[in-house]
């Protein structure tokens, strides 16, 4: 499978929203990726279900969510009425990560776990088999900008490792710090999918780093 690349819109000018949506309808990106925070299981909020709404109507392309929120389970419902590829909930924030995973299925949706950097991998041991996919985050979340954490390839290699051995099906995405140094080494560890916001939307050629993305 060719590499995919998800344009984290955190980093977008939401007050040209609309214009960022069409530039990236008319890019090579392949997923939208939204990153939904509470201000309890991180520090920051994002926006809510009506910004969603409002992307999900204009998107070309598969939304990507990230809850990084407790209490998930509220909201999976809602999610579902929207053009969402993948929905993903955070390892930490849950206590039935089984159940939950399942009703995403349930409603449709690819069914996602997301990693803090301090998780280690082998917790994912039981529930591998069931997932869509695994967000390995490479920052602390919160926050766009941040630098690279650079342990996060061997965290990919471990993943790698245990997908095979599990004969699993799950794509590994990588979300922080992504640019085409690090992008190429992701890769080369055995990442699937980046998440790249600031490195798009502060390029002079959001399009042409997108393309750059695509082919390393």
Known sequence: MAHLV?????????????????????SEVDWFHLDIMDGHF???????FPVVK?????SKKPLDVH???????NYIKRFAEYNIG?????????????????SIKENGMKA?????????IALLEDIIADCDL??????????????FIYNTYQKVIKLRRLILEKEAHALI??????????GKLLFEAGADVLVAGSFIFDAEDPCSTIHQLKVI
């Open 86 to 102: 993948y929905l993903s909930i955070h390892f930490e924030a849950v206590p039935h990560l089984h159940r939950l995973i399942q």
């Open 42 to 48: 991180v520090p920051n909020f994002s926006y809510g």
């Open 134 to 147: 695994v967000c390995i985050m490479s920052v602390n979340p919160g926050f766009g900008g941040q630098k």
């Open 173 to 182: 995405e990588i979300d922080g710090g992504v640019n085409l140094s690090t």
């Open 112 to 120: 996602g776990v997301a990693l803090n950097p301090h998780t280690p």
């Open 54 to 58: 409002a992307i999900s109507k204009e």
């Open 6 to 26: 998800s344009a984290s819109l955190l980093s977008a000018n939401f007050s040209h929203l609309g214009e960022d949506i069409q530039l990236l309808n008319n």
């Open 67 to 73: 809850l990084m929120m407790y209490h998930p389970e």
